[in-house]
């Protein structure tokens, strides 16, 4: 089956610095800091692969950045893997996984996942309907309360990235 390209933050801990794997090529920020204007000053990565490590937290804070990168909330099970070895993770069980993780009403991006909601499951709710021919699905998207009511409007914006993403992977 297809697979979609995927954005995915990695470190290189020697060299202090992301590297973002954006639809398959890899691009350097200039330093620790994953934001817009880091993004503007990006250049492509051209060092060994070996050294870079899936970064454990995919979240973007930067909502500019966050809008560009659709980084998906991975298993806890590839953070920190080398870029071959998530790469053949990703060949091998993303699809599934994504597919899994839409089917059962819960959101793979990254964006939708803040600290607030581990700590309030029930707080803050919003429905996107995904509609996939004469099946309807309802994807949820969990926040916190009075700290997550500002984040709530940026996560409206993820909502249009998450449907995208849901009648992608369900029309395969």
Known sequence: MP???????????????????????????????????????????TDDNGGLYLSTNQVISDPILAQK????????????????RFEAWWATH??????????????????HRTKAADSHPSSVTTGVTISDGDKRQDIKSHGGNKQNAQGLAEN?????????LANEVLKQ
């Open 94 to 111: 993303g699809f599934t996984w994504l597919q899994d993780k839409i089917k059962t009403g819960e959101s793979p991006l990254a964006a």
């Open 3 to 45: 697979l979609r390209p995927i954005d995915a933050t990695f470190v290189h801990p020697k060299r202090r610095l992301y590297v973002v794997y954006y639809r398959g090529a890899l691009w350097q920020l200039p330093r620790m800091e994953l934001s817009d204007k880091a993004w503007q000053n990006k250049k492509p990565y």
């Open 69 to 84: 990168l659709r980084t998906l909330d991975l298993p806890v099970a590839v953070h920190r893997s080398t870029l071959p």
């Open 156 to 164: 409206d914006v993820f909502a249009d990235m998450l449907s995208d």
